[in-house]
């Protein structure tokens, strides 16, 4: 891959199925592309550009001019996607494109892109039916242009016929099967809901005081960012971290162990993945004060903390497991780390746990980490490598599990 996400440039043309675009936008980031969107003036009588801005994160060109910090941003555009897609197609762009007029910021950089071109038609049956039409598309097909079909049924405009644009989720799914090609990509999480829990617990001793560890997340948030890349639907159960929420994937913040536990328990039950890379707290201030603790006055409260135990999510959730589930935990250990490690298998109803060296600056808060997959059955020990790669690596071995 030329980078770590792919990126699929959207134009939309002026036409009423621009609003299905919506979806598309969503959809294709639901699998970790990163979608950016140029619109042609009259697209912009349907859908908004803020709309599509609010969507993408990115900014929303319309015009030739309209980003002044890019003087040719035809070209930055054009270059920068991995697959330039229109949707919807108008008759009217399709036939521009056909032959070679670029009036306006998404036709200069359909003509300038190097990408593959995909074009998803929308328009009235007749327009669609006219030869014209038919011999522009031809002519593009000819040229190497990839077309998505469109669908017959009823039309906006009363006519019934040949004409209405594919479905988003046809279109998606087409969309990504292009990138697969072009990338060997693995799309194997396609239809797969992945649960991660990451990042420390935080358990309040006072309004300002707690107890908590040094996991900064990214373990977990590669395995959910990894995971969405590969078409899962990614739930990222994460207490405080200062990691950006990867794109695609739904996160739900917590602080506590037990806010943790709920959290999990609800997504758990809807998962076929489960990866618990959290680093909980296993102990808890058993009396949080809701007001600061003072020098002088609480003395004997700072002094000795009475601590409880935390619930175990892993635990709890892996003796909770349905058949067809793959659980998945981690071990964090400075010495004996694979007897460790089997133990928590054998006590937590794992599948498989992922047994990393912690202490001396090793995992919390790295780039890379090295560890080891201890089985039921076997010991996989693995090289030193980067988290995302240590995420497939991990993403790879459930799937060998779940079959
Ligand atoms: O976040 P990073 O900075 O990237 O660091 C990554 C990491 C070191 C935190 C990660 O690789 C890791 O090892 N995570 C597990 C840390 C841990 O709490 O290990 P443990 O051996 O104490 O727990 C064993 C397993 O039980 C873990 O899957 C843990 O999530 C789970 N657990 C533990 C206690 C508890 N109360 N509830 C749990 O679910």
Redesign the pocket.
């Known amino acids: 891959m030329t980078r770590e996400k792919p990126c699929v440039l959207i134009g939309v043309t002026g036409c009423i199925a621009a609003y299905k675009t919506c979806e598309i936008v969503r959809g294709l980031q639901k699998a970790g592309v990163r979608v950016k969107v140029v619109m042609t003036e009259h697209a912009t009588e349907f859908v908004g550009p803020t709309t599509f801005r609010a969507l993408t994160h990115e900014p929303v060109a319309v015009g030739l001019f309209d980003d002044p910090s890019d003087p040719i941003h035809h070209i930055s555009l054009a270059q920068e996607c991995d697959v330039f897609l229109i949707a919807p197609c108008t008759a009217n762009v399709a036939a521009k494109i056909a032959h070679g007029i670029a009036d306006d910021l998404l036709t200069t950089t359909a003509l300038a892109t190097k990408s593959p071109l995909v074009l998803a038609p929308a328009m009235n049956v007749g327009m669609y039916e006219a030869a014209a039409t038919q011999e522009n598309f031809e002519t593009l097909r000819r040229r190497g242009v990839r077309f998505i079909d469109a669908a017959s049924g009823y039309q906006a405009c009363g006519d019934v016929g040949r004409g209405r644009m594919e479905e988003p989720e046809a279109i998606v799914s087409q969309i990504l099967t292009l990138l697969d090609d072009l990338f060997g990509v693995k799309r194997d999480l396609v239809g797969e809901r992945v649960m991660v ?3 420390p617990t935080v358990e309040p001793i006072d309004a300002v005081r707690y107890i908590s560890n ?7 948030y590669a395995i959910a960012e990894a995971a969405c890349a590969r078409g899962a639907e990614v739930t990222l159960v994460s207490g405080p971290v200062s990691l950006a929420a990867p794109e695609g994937v739904t996160v739900v913040p917590v602080k506590t ?1 037990c806010d943790m536990l709920e959290a999990a328990r609800s997504a758990f039950a809807e998962s076929s993945i489960a990866i ?5 707290a ?1 102990l808890r201030p058993a009396n949080p004060s809701d007001r600061k603790l003072k020098k002088g006055s609480d003395d004997a409260s700072l002094a000795s903390i009475l601590l409880v135990e ?6 709890t959730l892996g003796w909770e497991k349905k058949p067809g589930q793959v659980v998945i ?5 400075t010495n004996d780390v694979i007897e460790n490690a089997r133990v ?1 298998l054998e006590k ?1 109803n794992a599948d498989m746990i ?1 047994a ?1 060296w ?1 202490g001396e600056g090793r ?4 780039d890379d ?1 090295q560890a080891s997959f201890v089985l039921h059955e076997e010991v996989i020990d693995l090289p030193s490598m980067s ?1 995302r790669d240590l995420a497939d690596r991990i993403l790879d071995q459930a799937l060998l599990i779940a079959r």
């Open positions: 829990t990451a990042g040094h996991s900064s997340g990214k373990m977990g162990a618990f890379s959290a680093a909980v296993d935390n619930p175990d999510i892993l635990k935990g981690f071990a964090a250990e928590k937590k992922v990393n912690v995992a919390f808060g790295q980490n988290k």
